[in-house]
């Protein structure tokens, strides 16, 4: 038998399986790729928060990628938690000599607000990692960390968009689902637009929403998607995760990674 797209996530790993590595696993497994891991740090985490971080040497998470790319190979790439500015760095020149699709998702700190990348390595954000980006997939308050550009209405996407794509990745998502109203995300590369439009679901268990978002990009470009195809079909695909989100532990449960592949589209949201 032939082997599926593969793809690889570069991220820190999620001890509560909701977000990080294991997210991104899960997403793949869940659309049909191989998944494959670089974890950059590991981190004591539930459903209430991070408890504690710790991330790898640069020369463990370098030694992992080199050991995945130079036997399996890769068709797309996604990166999560970098943590330091050392490690975005590594990761970025990892990236640099690599052919496959990027997906970066920026991440600053976790759905409880807890940070996971470190004041310092902000810049090594915008002049090393998202250049190599094929899709950047900043949420609003990543867009503000990074440019400035603080984003209260719809009308104001376009803005962060520019603001992002003024550092260099290809083509940029824009998630506005922190915004009132339907879910809404622009996708632009500068030029075309697309917005992609969901109900928004009662639901607070949504860990690894953002995990899952960029990590489906990334499986659908590994099958050979365009990017407006790969994004709209990565939000049907997580908007069906929100609506089946699940409690888990005293806190914020995670997505429903699985949802796809169950007899019914979309389960409820449970208490």
């Known amino acids: 038998m032939s082997a599926p797209p593969r793809v690889l996530t570069v991220a820190g790993s999620d001890s509560g399986g909701g977000a990080g590595i294991q997210a991104d696993l899960k997403t793949m497994l869940a659309l049909g790729v191989h998944g494959m ?94 250049p190599v980006a094929t899709v950047a997939t900043p949420n609003l308050d990543e867009v503000a960390q990074l440019t400035g550009v603080r984003v209260e209405s719809e009308r104001q996407l376009r803005k962060a968009a520019e603001a992002v794509l003024a550092y260099g990745p290809r083509w940029v998502v824009i998630k506005g689902g922190h915004l009132a109203g339907e879910a809404v995300d622009l996708l632009t590369d500068g030029t075309e637009e697309h917005w992609l439009r969901a109900a928004r679901h009662d639901n607070r268990h949504t860990h690894g929403t953002g995990c899952t978002l960029a990590s489906a990009i990334a499986a659908q470009l590994a099958k050979g998607r365009s990017v407006p195809e790969a994004v709209a079909d990565a939000k049907e695909y997580v908007t069906g995760a929100i609506a089946g989100g699940f409690a888990l532990g005293a806190g914020l449960g995670p997505v429903d990674h699985r949802w796809n592949l169950t007899t019914r589209t979309a389960r409820p949201p449970r208490a």
């Open 37 to 130: 891991s670089v974890i950059t740090a590991v981190t004591a985490q539930n459903s209430l928060g991070v408890q504690g971080a710790w991330e790898l040497p640069a020369q463990a998470v370098r030694a992992q990628f080199r050991s995945v790319v130079d036997d399996i190979g890769v068709q797309a790439v996604k990166t999560g938690m970098l943590a330091s500015a050392e490690l975005v760095e590594t990761v970025a020149e990892l990236l640099a000599g690599t052919d496959a699709p990027v997906v970066v998702d920026p991440v600053g700190v976790s759905k409880h607000g807890d940070p996971l990348l470190a004041a310092a390595a902000l810049d090594s954000v915008r002049t090393k990692l998202l």
